[in-house]
């Protein structure tokens, strides 16, 4: 089975701080992806990497950056966090199209921003 | 511009009956479409998926079925249980061939004992 695992549940900052959200797969998968989900809004991309050392930027991308350096793991880095960041963030990961498309999502972090 | 839609915000079922849940896509373009199931304070699970070269395709309890004419989607979800109350969401990967998908905002699917 594919595993994503996230590194915090649950997480509280506060304004200006800055947050590290880890993300990790088991499954060799090229793609990695982050996304953020609030209700009404549904799930919005921020940042996606489709190889190491390389991202693009999604949807939302400003207050944000990442980092790939290991195939495995992919880091979503909020630079000082602001309290419009609260959310729950959700990693997943592919293979690369056209194998598949089916994107294998994490448990998500619930961040609260204070 | 591209959107997955779904038709209706939340879906009441009696455990036992079986539930419908539809999506609408808009990118003609999309040829593979996924169904998530999300439970609360969790990360979407996989349930099924469909290529547009197939009408139907069954899983365990669950059909999906696709019509490209009308840019249709929906998930059958047969003798539903308490265990199926979630959000429900389609996704589609549109046009960009890059492994990004285009996700709905999702059904809430509630079932009554």
């Known amino acids: 089975d594919v595993k994503v695992t996230q590194s915090s549940r649950y997480l509280v900052k506060r304004t200006g701080e800055k947050v590290f959200l880890e993300c990790v797969q088991d499954m060799d998968h090229e793609n990695m992806f982050w996304y953020r989900q609030d209700p009404g809004l549904g799930l919005r991309l921020i940042y996606f990497s489709y190889d190491v050392k390389m991202k693009e930027k999604g949807d939302i991308p400003e207050g944000y950056s990442v980092s790939r350096e290991k195939k495995e793991r992919f880091s979503l880095i909020l630079e000082s966090a602001s309290t419009n960041q609260t959310s729950m963030y959700l990693c997943a990961s592919s293979w690369t199209p056209p194998s598949t498309d089916t994107q294998y999502f994490g448990p998500g972090t619930r961040l609260t921003v204070l | 511009g591209e959107s997955v839609g779904l038709h209706l915000p939340t879906l009441s079922v009696q455990e036992g009956d079986n539930s419908i849940i539809n999506c609408a896509y808009s990118?003609?373009?999309?040829?593979?479409f996924i169904w998530y199931k999300q439970e609360s304070g969790k990360g979407p699970q996989f349930i099924i998926d469909?290529?547009?070269?197939?009408d139907k395709r069954q899983g365990q309890r669950v059909t999906v079925l696709l019509n490209k004419t009308v840019k249709h989607l929906s998930l059958q979800i047969a003798a539903t249980q308490p265990g199926d109350s979630a959000v429900y969401f389609c996704?589609?990967?549109?046009?960009?061939?890059?492994?990004?998908?285009?996700f709905g905002q999702g059904t809430t699917l509630q079932v009554k004992p």
């Open positions: 469909i290529r547009s070269n197939m």
């Open positions: 996704a589609e990967n549109g046009s960009s061939n890059t492994g990004k998908l285009i």
């Open positions: 990118n003609s373009a999309s040829d593979y």
